[in-house]
């Protein structure tokens, strides 16, 4: 019998209930494995261009984060009919797309930080979240992604694909969850985002477990469903840096809306 699902629970609670029937239905540890190797070597691919491109850039650390929140279209949850072709595109739209935050402060919250917990998405993304890893001080970051596969996810596997493991320490945080329901983690996992002094989380499935967290989040995705466009107060497709309303609430109010990190 199949168990009635809570819809009252959060997006990634519900996926992951999802995934793991899936994954018992078809009998597959992994069911979308092929198409996630497929955009990682697209990805791959790309990497000697866009980090060419970051170097010329005027701005580079500006250039590297919007380049990563560029590599979150890469999601099959919400695009599973999502093609190569799609990828280049928004590669080559990357810095006129709409973009909404504060990158500035984000390279002073990175300075400030002792230590930096930088959670990943989507499989394929990470390859792009690399050129951004490049531009933070490498020694004070630890990159955690999924504790076992679900939609196209990253996962340890994925991580060593991509090389990230060459320049940064990389865990998974023990959960199945396209997201991070820190009840579900490991307990390794929970101690590290409580001894970070920052936290960057990519992808929508962080933002919808971790905003209302009263930690310091920097929020780095592209807005891809009305229901997030209203919770970040932005528009739909536009490519946001944001800071949780969790610390946000904590360090005096939010007013209304989210404000792009760190507001005024």
Do not use: W
């Not at 400030?112 to 989507?122: E, K, P, R, V």
């Amino acid at each position: 019998m199949v168990a009635k699902l809570d819809l009252r629970q959060s997006p990634p609670a519900v996926g992951q209930s999802i995934h793991r029937r899936l994954r018992e239905l078809t009998g597959r540890d992994d069911p979308y494995a092929a198409a996630k190797d497929r955009f990682s070597r697209l990805a791959m691919e790309l990497l000697p261009e866009l980090r060419a491109k970051v170097r010329a850039a005027r701005d580079p650390f500006t250039t590297a984060v919007r380049l990563a929140i560029t590599g979150n279209v890469i999601d099959l949850g919400v695009n599973g009919a999502l093609r190569e072709e799609d990828v280049r595109t928004a590669v080559e739209q990357t810095l006129t797309e709409p973009f909404e935050g504060d990158t500035a402060h984000f390279r002073r919250a990175v300075a400030q930080a002792g230590s930096i917990l930088y959670l990943a998405d989507n499989a394929a993304e990470i390859c792009f979240d690399r050129l951004l890893l490049e531009q933070l001080p490498t020694d004070k970051v630890t990159v955690a992604v999924r504790g076992g596969p679900v939609i196209d996810d990253a996962t340890l596997e994925d991580a060593r694909a991509a090389r990230l493991h060459e320049i940064v320490e990389v865990v998974d945080n023990g959960s199945d969850a396209p997201g991070t329901i820190l009840g579900d983690c490991s307990a390794d996992f929970c101690q590290r985002y409580g001894r970070a002094d920052l936290v960057v989380a990519k992808g929508q499935g962080n933002f919808e477990t971790l905003n209302e967290e009263r930690k310091n989040i920097l929020f780095l995705f592209k807005v891809k469903c009305p229901v997030i466009a209203a919770r970040a107060g932005q528009d739909l497709g536009t490519h946001v840096l944001l800071r949780g309303t969790g610390a946000q609430a904590e360090l005096g109010g939010i007013g209304h809306g989210q404000e792009p990190y760190p507001g005024s």
